[in-house]
């Protein structure tokens, strides 16, 4: 995408099957700096033979773009000695609280041997990386996907690592983050100008990923105040409505967590505020059918 910029993009990007990225120093043979890992002890040590192909050498900086597993559960297999993992303060928290989890949710999936390894160094509002001539900013802009995203610039390249703030290709998902947060993360990365925007899973894409994020939420905020109206659980609202103009979007039973948060925001909770995953969860599962959501983990 650039001098020693590279995406590490995992097909199908559908649940826990997500993006990483690889920035090697220009012209110098220094530690790479990763921008997330990965899900699976396996798939984690396919990354790390990826990064082999690249370059001898080990980490210098993990950069993990929120406390999901699905992009930090590989920090311990792709780590070498010295190797430092950053991240924002309440993405160490959160991960510390969730530990693994998330593993409970797909029991069919092979994760491995995978053990969990916390960041070293957190920050709150934002940072700033020097890797040689390359400056790589860390930007935390408040509740998006989560309530710990963080956004990796390089703003020389004007390539935007955006973590699953912005899912090319896939239903975006703020049951733990903020629809209104999103928009206002959304505001922030247009006056950033990207030229190449990678998300957290799907497709590297451009600009014309955040405007289309941006539509999918102004039109989930006018469905949840009608619906909100109309005396519908969020549920209800999506089982009457389905995915509208978003059919074609994977991982459509996202469609119901994002109702809550829009229900739990036109309420006037607190942006980020807490909800009951695993009732949602569960929704979601009976909006799927009964069925469980896919992983291809």
Request: proline share 7%; aromatic share 6%.
């Amino acid at each position: 995408m650039a001098d020693g910029v590279f995406a590490y993009i995992q097909p199908d990007g559908g649940w826990c099957v997500s993006n990483a990225g690889i920035l090697l120093e220009p012209g110098r043979g220094g530690g790479p700096v990763l921008v997330d890992t990965a899900a699976t002890q396996g798939r984690a040590r396919a990354m790390r033979t990826a990064l082999a192909g690249l370059t001898p050498e080990s980490p210098r900086l993990i950069v993990n773009t929120h406390f999901h597993g699905d992009h930090t559960f590989g920090n311990a297999v792709l780590a070498g000695p010295g190797t430092v993992v950053v991240a924002h303060e309440r993405t160490r928290t959160e991960m510390a609280a969730a530990g693994l989890g998330l593993t409970a949710l797909w029991p069919d999936v092979e994760w491995g041997g995978i053990e969990l390894m916390l960041p070293d160094l957190t920050y709150r509002q934002g940072l700033t990386l020097h890797q040689g001539e390359r400056r790589i900013e860390l930007i935390h802009p408040g509740p998006a996907h989560t309530t710990n995203d963080t956004l990796v610039w390089l703003p020389e390249e004007r390539v935007l690592f955006a973590g699953d703030v912005v899912l090319p290709g896939c239903t975006p998902f703020v049951l733990m983050g903020s629809v209104a947060g999103s928009l206002a993360t959304l505001e922030l990365l247009r006056k950033l100008d990207p030229r190449t925007v990678v998300g957290g899973h799907g497709p590297v894409s451009g600009p014309e990923a955040l405007t289309q994020t941006e539509e999918y939420f102004h039109w989930l905020t006018e469905l949840a105040a009608k619906g909100r109206a109309a005396g519908l659980t969020p549920l209800q609202l999506a089982r009457e409505t389905g995915p509208g103009p978003y059919g074609d979007l994977r991982d459509p039973e996202r469609l119901v967590a994002n109702l809550h948060r829009a229900y739990s925001e036109l309420a006037g909770e607190e942006l980020g505020s807490a909800l009951d995953v695993v009732s949602v969860f569960g929704e979601m599962v009976e909006y799927n059918g009964g069925v469980l959501p896919l992983s291809h983990a």
